[in-house]
């Protein structure tokens, strides 16, 4: 892990968080022909998924889809308001860059979701498979897998803390995503309060386990 991650999110400046992607550790190994900077970051949605593309984060074009779909704004609460545009490459929604959402918990940058998608997509979309996400925060990496999957797999989230996996519940519904009981059509999707280390024995086997 670079000398820049080892620090914690509270320690760190601006200035370090902004260079955070100079190096890249053995746990998140770029993708072949990627790179990455807060150069990343963006001042949409669109804007975000696409630098990710340009930067070789995102090569699938099921994954391009699935986080262009899914505005990362309704997933991270982190204001933008009164900051100025360099801010807005470190903090905020659309910043390529960790997140707290509230209890201490931060969720990930938006390139490390992007090659989770990439590694996990192979299982995503195929039929009748169960994709489990340990620690699963504000659900959006459990909307981004429900938009790649097909309506016969099952994506569940498992989260520690309770009023996180109520946030995930409530951010996927707002998303017009349903959850398991909620009607609708789709692939399913399940949140459960829990911990990871003991994981969801009766719901397994599980074809995939992301673990954030």
């Not at 601006?14 to 890249?24: A, C, L, P, Q």
């Not at 308001?81 to 209890?103: C, E, F, H, L, V």
Request: hydrophobic share 35%; glycine share 12%; net charge negative.
């Amino acid at each position: 892990m670079s000398k820049v991650m080892e620090k914690q999110d509270s320690e760190m400046t601006s200035s370090e968080i902004s260079k955070r992607g100079d190096t890249v550790g053995p746990e998140t190994e770029q993708p072949k022909g990627a790179t990455w900077t807060a150069g990343c970051s963006g001042c949409s949605n669109r804007e975000l998924v696409e630098n990710l593309r340009a930067a070789g984060f995102i090569t699938r074009q099921d994954v391009y889809d699935a986080m262009l779909a899914t505005d990362r704004a309704n997933y991270v609460p982190t204001p933008c308001a009164n900051k100025g545009k360099s801010d807005t490459y470190i903090w905020g929604p659309y910043a390529d860059a960790p997140q707290s959402i509230g209890s201490k918990v931060t969720i990930s940058a938006p390139h490390i979701h992007a090659m989770t998608l990439e590694a996990l997509a192979e299982v995503i979309t195929s039929g009748g498979t169960r994709v489990l996400d340990v620690g699963c925060g504000s659900g959006i990496l459990l909307a981004y897998m429900a938009r790649m999957a097909p309506a016969s797999c099952t994506i569940v989230g498992l989260e520690v803390v309770g009023r996180l996996a109520d946030m995930s519940r409530r951010n996927l519904l707002a998303d017009g995503l349903f959850l398991q009981g909620s009607g609708g059509t789709g692939p399913r999707i399940e949140v459960f309060q829990g911990d990871g280390w003991q994981g969801l024995p009766g719901l397994g086997p599980f074809d995939a386990i992301n673990v954030g």
